[in-house]
Nanobody
Framework: QVRLEEAGGGLVQPGGSLTLSCAASGNPLDYYGIGWFRQAPGKEYEAVSAISSRSDKIRYADSVKGRFTVSRDNAKNMVYLQMNSLKPEDTAVYFC??????????????????WGQGTQVTVSS
């Protein structure tokens, strides 16, 4: 089992940047592929990005491609989501999640077994 905890959310102006982190404890992080998802008020979960355990497979949603960058440091049990050129429509609670099939990067929340509690990102002037 793995426990995940997100951090780094906050209020940022449009065009600004934030870096979210996802800290893992319990099983080693390299057991898992990691996904980032978000949920805006009144909306369904949206996949943002996914990264395989070896970082050799990375995927992004079209809505964030070219603006967001996912990375991981297995030695530190950490995953990061660098978010640049933020827009008001990026406002949401952001979650990281772990997929026990470590070699894949899937933008489908149904495959993820473990989830963090989320961190709020608000993009507003």
């Amino acid at each position: 089992q793995v426990r995940l905890e997100e951090a780094g959310g906050g209020l940022v102006q449009p065009g600004g940047s934030l870096t979210l982190s996802c800290a893992a404890s319990g099983n080693p992080l390299d057991y898992y592929g990691i996904g980032w998802f978000r949920q805006a008020p009144g909306k369904e979960y949206e996949a943002v990005s996914a990264i395989s355990s070896r970082s050799d497979k990375i995927r992004y949603a079209d809505s964030v491609k070219g603006r967001f960058t996912v990375s991981r440091d297995n030695a530190k049990n950490m995953v990061y989501l660098q978010m640049n050129s933020l827009k008001p429509e990026d406002t949401a609670v952001y979650f990281c999640a772990a997929d026990f099939h470590s070699l894949r990067a899937i933008l489908d929340r149904s495959v993820y077994e473990y989830w963090g509690q989320g961190t709020q990102v608000t993009v507003s002037s």
